[in-house]
């Protein structure tokens, strides 16, 4: 994950058990609400449905032991833990 804003992430939380593919779409979308043009940055409706992307991936790598997932479709709702 080098070379795609992973480096800004703290270095306990790439050690600790979190999916690439979720801290590559968090990072991903933090960079994304960054730009300076507003028309660029993303909706809140898409911000929400990448994180819960996030999440879901996330949860996905833990009760699998870090099999493959499938792609997640947009549904359901976000819950923050």
């Known amino acids: 994950m080098t070379g795609n804003g992973v480096n800004v992430v703290d270095v306990a939380i790439r050690r600790s ?8 779409t968090m990072v991903e979308m933090c960079c994304r609400c ?5 028309v660029d940055r993303p909706s809140m ?6 994180l819960q992307f996030a999440a879901q991936v996330q949860d996905d790598y833990h009760s699998s032991d870090a099999s493959p997932i499938s ?3 947009p549904s359901g709702q976000l819950v923050i833990q």
């Open 45 to 50: 409706e898409d911000l929400l449905w990448n």
């Open 71 to 73: 792609p997640l479709q």
């Open 17 to 24: 058990s979190c999916s690439s593919e979720s801290l590559r």
């Open 34 to 38: 960054l730009y300076e043009d507003p």
